[in-house]
């Protein structure tokens, strides 16, 4: 074989290197997973359930492309999923938030017992943890850190089982198996960062008078929730979500 030819065949080799790796990180995710007797038991219960879900919508399994949104005040959790980039997303399935602490408004410290508002997405997946199974949220991201508390902005917001909270998402045990085999199958399957959007209610007409209403005297709440509505708004429109930017001063770039 003449150099030429070795050369080609290196880089055809460092080229594949990174999905092999990527193939060796999501075999040894999952074989590390499903050694937890919680997370296998998920799989057994809601397997073949979750595939019916996404194939009943047109949709691929194991998902490409998974989106989680959720409204504190209607204690609700939607779950939509598309193929392809360019393709607008559907809604798989609405689940019930059983528990909420707090109210409205974003989390801006340690200890306020508040769910936080904004753009995160899934961070980990914890088989062992003591609300049966949960999913971390990246809480806080950049928002939050410059617009909370700068020493102690809180943190461990999770999507859990168990129905009890002091500021993560509770679901029922049953709720949080179906959506943690979702959502980790679809982790497994190249989607390394799933978003998840926090909103305090839907910015409809019922929404925006209750929030114009009762949280009339509190600015900063305001001016967030503003800059919040602008890429619900684009969701609505489109069933699209824009990339996550932020200005210097934490606001949301839609």
Same mark, same amino acid.
């Given at each position: 074989?003449?150099?030429?030819?070795?050369?080609?065949?290196?880089?055809?080799?460092?080229?594949?290197?990174?999905?092999?790796?990527?193939?060796?990180?999501?075999?040894?995710?999952?074989?590390?997973?499903?050694?937890?007797?919680?997370?296998?038991?998920?799989?057994?219960?809601?397997?073949?359930?979750?595939?019916?879900?996404?194939?009943?919508?047109?949709?691929?399994?194991?998902?490409?492309?998974?989106?989680?949104?959720?409204?504190?005040?209607?204690?609700?959790?939607?779950?939509?999923?598309?193929?392809? %980039?360019?393709?607008?997303?559907?809604?798989?399935? &609405? #689940?019930? +938030? =059983?528990?909420?602490?707090?109210?409205? /408004?974003?989390?801006?410290?340690?200890?306020?017992?508040?769910?936080?508002?904004?753009?995160?997405?899934?961070?980990?997946?914890?088989?062992?943890?003591?609300?049966?199974?949960?999913?971390?949220?990246?809480?806080?991201?950049?928002?939050?850190?410059?617009?909370?508390?700068?020493?102690?902005?809180?943190?461990?917001?999770?999507?859990?089982?168990?129905?009890?909270?002091?500021?993560?998402? %509770?679901?029922?045990?049953?709720?949080?198996?179906? &959506? #943690?085999? +979702? =959502?980790?199958?679809?982790?497994?399957? /190249?989607?390394?960062?799933?978003?998840?959007?926090?909103?305090?209610?839907?910015?409809?007409?019922?929404?925006?008078?209750?929030?114009?209403?009762?949280?009339?005297?509190?600015?900063?709440?305001?001016?967030?929730?503003?800059?919040?509505?602008?890429?619900?708004?684009?969701?609505?429109?489109?069933?699209?979500?824009?990339?996550?930017?932020?200005?210097?001063?934490?606001?949301?770039?839609?």
């Amino acid at each position: 074989m003449n150099m030429k030819k070795i050369g080609l065949s290196l880089i055809a080799t460092m080229l594949c290197l990174p999905a092999l790796w990527a193939q060796t990180d999501n075999n040894n995710l999952r074989n590390s997973q499903l050694s937890f007797s919680r997370v296998a038991k998920a799989y057994a219960n809601f397997g073949d359930s979750t595939r019916r879900m996404f194939v009943s919508k047109g949709l691929s399994y194991p998902p490409k492309d998974v989106y989680i949104r959720s409204f504190k005040s209607q204690n609700e959790m939607e779950l939509w999923g598309r193929d392809n %980039p360019n393709d607008p997303y559907k809604l798989v399935k &609405l #689940y019930r +938030v =059983c528990a909420l602490s707090g109210i409205l /408004g974003p989390k801006r410290c340690e200890g306020d017992r508040q769910v936080p508002e904004g753009n995160y997405f899934i961070e980990d997946f914890n088989p062992q943890s003591d609300f049966f199974l949960s999913m971390l949220i990246n809480y806080p991201n950049y928002s939050d850190i410059i617009l909370g508390d700068k020493k102690k902005p809180g943190g461990d917001i999770y999507i859990h089982g168990g129905c009890v909270t002091v500021g993560c998402m %509770p679901m029922t045990d049953d709720v949080i198996q179906e &959506l #943690y085999v +979702v =959502c980790l199958n679809a982790k497994l399957n /190249g989607q390394n960062y799933i978003p998840i959007t926090i909103y305090p209610t839907k910015f409809n007409k019922k929404g925006l008078d209750y929030l114009g209403r009762t949280y009339a005297t509190e600015e900063a709440k305001q001016k967030f929730w503003v800059n919040l509505k602008a890429g619900y708004d684009y969701f609505e429109q489109t069933r699209k979500r824009l990339p996550v930017m932020y200005t210097p001063e934490g606001k949301y770039v839609f």
